[in-house]
Nanobody
Framework: VQLQASGGGLVQPGGSLRLSCAASGFTLGHYAIVWFRQAPGKERERVSCISSSGGRTLYADSVKGRFSISRDNAKNTVYLQMNSLKPDDTAVYYC???????????????????WGQGTQVTVSS
């Protein structure tokens, strides 16, 4: 059972990136998925989550209106589209199963499965 994030890179402020979270060894469509990020010297931040069906999505206030989460269960993949990127978005991004089922904005991701391998996002001019 493994999750792996990919798609990170270096982008200028105002630019866009799309991250992918791919699963191996299990069916991603059975689980809500949460994206986290962690910058050096900072606490882990919950970014966004999506329910197992894709019918419910939640976002941290810091990314609301700029990031969009989606999933393609046929491809066993969850995506995080990040637009209007800011230097403060610089971090390693991780995905995990959301054991709270992406139910409430105040608690999504507070109980999660193991993090997969992260992907570095750097926003800099």
């Amino acid at each position: 059972v493994q999750l792996q994030a990919s798609g990170g890179g270096l982008v200028q402020p105002g630019g866009s990136l799309r991250l992918s979270c791919a699963a191996s060894g299990f069916t991603l469509g059975h689980y809500a998925i949460v994206w986290f990020r962690q910058a050096p010297g900072k606490e882990r931040e919950r970014v966004s989550c999506i329910s197992s069906s894709g019918g419910r999505t939640l976002y941290a206030d810091s990314v609301k209106g700029r990031f969009s989460i989606s999933r393609d269960n046929a491809k066993n993949t969850v995506y995080l589209q990040m637009n209007s990127l800011k230097p403060d978005d610089t971090a390693v991004y991780y995905c995990a199963t959301d054991l709270t089922h992406c139910t409430y904005g105040s608690t999504f991701g507070t109980d999660s499965g193991p993090w997969g391998q992260g992907t570095q996002v750097t926003v800099s001019s």
